[in-house]
């Protein structure tokens, strides 16, 4: 299951100054999204890549409320990652298993771990 989500552009405002730069190129990538328990989810962007002739700079255009820059994953599969241990009390292995049997998503322990301790959340340990 694919999602296709376009955000190519002719004309962009650098980020840096404000001026406005034209499309450079176009670049199309996948980001692992939640799919179904028989078939995995793909979120498939196209983007396009800008020059600033005042700041002799390329960059790109991105949509942050779908996935951060560089990601692998969308931004709603770690969300659900992220609720299912933080809010449901689920262990990163139990909550790792049911990402894979609900919606085809493998994502390392490690992954869901480093979300958790980047939104400031604070685990507390289950010997205790």
């Known amino acids: 299951m694919i999602r296709y989500y376009n ?3 002719d004309k962009l405002k650098c ?8 499309r450079h190129s176009k670049a199309t990538r996948r980001i692992r999204d939640l799919g179904t328990p028989t078939e995995k989810g793909w979120l498939e962007v196209t983007t396009s890549k800008h020059y600033c002739p005042t700041c002799d ?17 969308t931004n709603r ?14 262990s990163f292995e139990e909550a790792q298993d049911l990402l894979r049997e609900k919606y085809s998503l493998f994502i390392p322990t ?19």
């Open 77 to 90: 599969a770690v969300s659900v990652a992220i609720s299912f241990v933080v809010d449901r009390g689920y």
């Open 7 to 9: 955000i190519v552009k």
């Open 57 to 73: 700079k390329y960059f790109r255009n991105y949509h942050r409320n779908l996935y951060a820059p560089l990601a692998r994953y």
């Open 110 to 128: 490690s992954s869901i771990h480093d979300w958790i301790k980047r939104e400031g959340y604070r685990l507390e340990s289950k010997n205790e």
């Open 15 to 22: 980020p840096v100054c404000g001026t406005w730069g034209k």
